[in-house]
T-cell receptor, first 113, second 114 residues
C-alpha cells in the first residue's frame, strides 16, 4: 500500500531563510506526487506535482520540489521565506489505480519576522 | 479558482442527530470526493463519486453515506452524528479521476458534534 510521511509537524524559519519541508513516500511503482498548501480557514491549493520526466518540479510562489527515487523523497524547498508563506503544507501520493490521493500528516510552517 | 462551494460552512449539532453537508461545483467535473481533516492525520478520503449515482467508499467511510443525483452536487450524510465525527470536511473535484489528475478543493465545512 502507498503511504506518505512528512517529517516534522511544525517547522519554524526566519523571514528570508531557506524553507525545507520533508516528504517521504512508500510505493511499489513510480508514483505521482503532489504538494498542496492550506492557508488558515481555506481549502487546499495545489503548489506543484510530479508526474514523469524532469525530477525538479517548479511550482507557484517560488516553491520547488525534487523527486529522488533512490531516497523515496519529494522534499519541498523555497530559497527565501516570506511571511505570507505561513500555512500548512501537505504532501500526497496518487493512487495509481484510480487517482485517489493519499496525504501525509501535514507540516505547519511558521515564518518569524 | 475552481468553482466549488460547500454548505454550510460551519455547523454545530448534537450527538445522534442526522447531518447533511453539500458540495456544489460549476466545473462539470466527473469525479467528486469527500475528505475529513483531523490534526495529525492529514486528509482522509471518506467517499467519492465517479458519476451521477455512482459512488464508492474511501478509507474512513463508516458512519457516512453519500448521494449524487446531479453532476454538480455531492451530498455527505452523517446518519447519526457522533463526537468522533467532529472535524473539518472538504469536498474536492477532478476532471477524469485518473492519476495524475489534479484535485481541486472547496473551502471546507467545520462540523462540531456535541
Amino acid at each position: 500500500a502507498q503511504s506518505v510521511t512528512q517529517l516534522g509537524s511544525h517547522v519554524s524559519v526566519s523571514e528570508g531563510a531557506l524553507v525545507l519541508l520533508r516528504c517521504n513516500y512508500s510505493s511499489s511503482v513510480p508514483p505521482y506526487l503532489f504538494w498542496y498548501v492550506q492557508y488558515p480557514n481555506q481549502g487546499l491549493q495545489l503548489l506543484l506535482k510530479y508526474t514523469t520526466g524532469a525530477t525538479l518540479v517548479k511550482g507557484i510562489n517560488g516553491f520547488e520540489a525534487e523527486f529522488k527515487k533512490s531516497e523515496t523523497s519529494f522534499h519541498l524547498t523555497k530559497p527565501s521565506a516570506h511571511m505570507s508563506d505561513a500555512a500548512e503544507y501537505f504532501c500526497a501520493v496518487s493512487d495509481l489505480l484510480g487517482g485517489k490521493l493519499i496525504f501525509g500528516q501535514g507540516t505547519e510552517l511558521s515564518v518569524k519576522p | 479558482d475552481a468553482g466549488i462551494t460547500q454548505s454550510p460552512r460551519h455547523k454545530v449539532t448534537e450527538t445522534g442527530t442526522p447531518v447533511t453537508l453539500r458540495c456544489h461545483q460549476t466545473e462539470n467535473h466527473r469525479y467528486m470526493y469527500w475528505y475529513r481533516q483531523d490534526p495529525g492525520h492529514g486528509l482522509r478520503l471518506i467517499h467519492y463519486s465517479y458519476g451521477v449515482k455512482d459512488t464508492d467508499k474511501g478509507e474512513v467511510s463508516d458512519g457516512y453515506s453519500v448521494s449524487r443525483s446531479k453532476t454538480e452536487d455531492f451530498l455527505l450524510t452523517l446518519e447519526s452524528a457522533t463526537s468522533s465525527q467532529t472535524s473539518v470536511y472538504f469536498c474536492a473535484i477532478s476532471e477524469s479521476g485518473l492519476a495524475p489528475d489534479t484535485q481541486y478543493f472547496g473551502p471546507g465545512t467545520r462540523l462540531t458534534v456535541l
